[in-house]
């Protein structure tokens, strides 16, 4: 089939977007599910209003895919790029991101001038490098930005449905009086905040905060001007979606009106004084970020406060078909 897309991992909860967006446009047409489990195979999903089947992961599936988005597990990507070498690799799950021509994208701020590189594997940076590179580009170009700090809020479903499922037994069995699993935090979450998790968790909060530095500081190089911002991640007991707070000194701050013109536009919705702040329930599958609560640091004349949020699967599969489109 030209120019076909074979989705491995479609019935993962980042799948499920990818479908979802893919089928908003004309890529959805070209969609071919690929089960990540192999228990999954041959299940019936939604695609575009209509029922698809979830195919078997081999050679058969894959081989004459012009695209392979791999939202899957580690084991399943590996199979699906040994079966096609060929193919654009279009990369959620951060496998290939050692891979010396892997590139980091994200269309929504390289602007026009950048020239994207198709040879390796395109890996779609992380949803929160993203959101803040949106941000900081479109307030440096407004007032140049001296310093920033910004602590990055992470919901359970970065950890898939099996972060989910945890964080809500957690919740009942916490309310209940019963033991609380831990395999996936290694930690009580449920009603916490935390800046680590366990010893034995299977995802180290720190790689993570690691990754979205190594991502922001790849996307800021292709901006001009843009300091490299201090960040720090924490984990948050929320289900889905990413929230941020931002702290940006400028070299002579402008006035509010003049922040929110600034970040309006593709990709950013702006909610003022007079609106609700976003929040990552508000966001659920809603496009790009939203952004509100802009407030003067009261102790620093040429500081500013936000509050930002993004639906963290969206945003990611936004990405991904946007560097699908640039490709077909």
């Known amino acids: 089939m030209a ?10 909860l980042l799948g499920r977007e990818v479908r979802e967006v893919f089928s908003e446009s004309s890529l959805g047409s070209e969609l071919r599910l690929i089960a990540a489990d192999d228990e999954e195979t041959g299940k019936l999903v939604d695609l575009d209003g209509a029922a698809a089947f979830l195919a078997k992961l ?17 084991k399943s990507s ?3 790029i040994a079966a096609n070498p060929s193919a654009l690799v279009v990369d959620l799950t951060y496998l290939s991101e050692d891979d010396t021509d892997a590139r980091v994208r994200a269309p929504q701020v390289e602007g026009f001038e950048f020239q994207p590189d198709h040879d390796g594997p395109q890996v ?4 929160a490098a993203i959101a803040i590179a949106l941000v900081l580009d479109r307030l440096n170009k407004l007032s140049p930005i001296a310093a920033s700090i910004i602590h990055v809020f992470e919901p359970a479903s970065e950890r898939g449905k099996a972060g989910i499922d945890e964080l809500q037994q957690q919740t009942v069995g916490l309310l209940a009086f019963k033991e609380m699993p831990k395999k996936i935090f290694d930690t009580q979450l449920a009603f916490a905040m935390l800046p680590q998790l366990g010893e034995e968790a299977e995802t180290k909060l720190h790689e993570v905060e690691e990754r979205i530095e190594r991502h922001l500081a790849t996307l800021l190089d292709r901006m001009e001007g843009v300091p490299m911002p201090s960040l720090r991640l924490v984990q ?7 929230t941020f707070s931002l702290w940006i000194e400028f070299e002579d701050a402008p006035p509010t009106p003049d922040l929110e013109e600034a970040l309006l536009g593709d990709h950013i919705d702006v909610r003022g004084a ?16 939203s952004v509100g609560a802009i407030t003067p640091d009261r102790n620093n004349g040429n500081a500013v406060w936000l509050w930002m949020a993004a639906d963290n699967f969206r945003l990611s599969a936004e990405t991904a078909a946007l560097i699908v489109q640039e490709y077909l």
């Open 3 to 12: 120019n076909s897309i074979a989705l491995i991992g479609g019935e993962t």
């Open 58 to 74: 081999d050679p058969d599936a894959v081989g004459d895919a012009s695209v392979i988005v791999l939202s899957g597990s580690p």
């Open 78 to 80: 590996k199979e699906a």
């Open 124 to 127: 779609v940076a992380h949803p």
């Open 236 to 242: 948050s007991p929320v289900f889905h979606g990413y």
């Open 274 to 289: 007079d609106l609700e702040a976003p929040n990552n329930i508000s966001v659920a599958g809603q496009s790009g970020i």
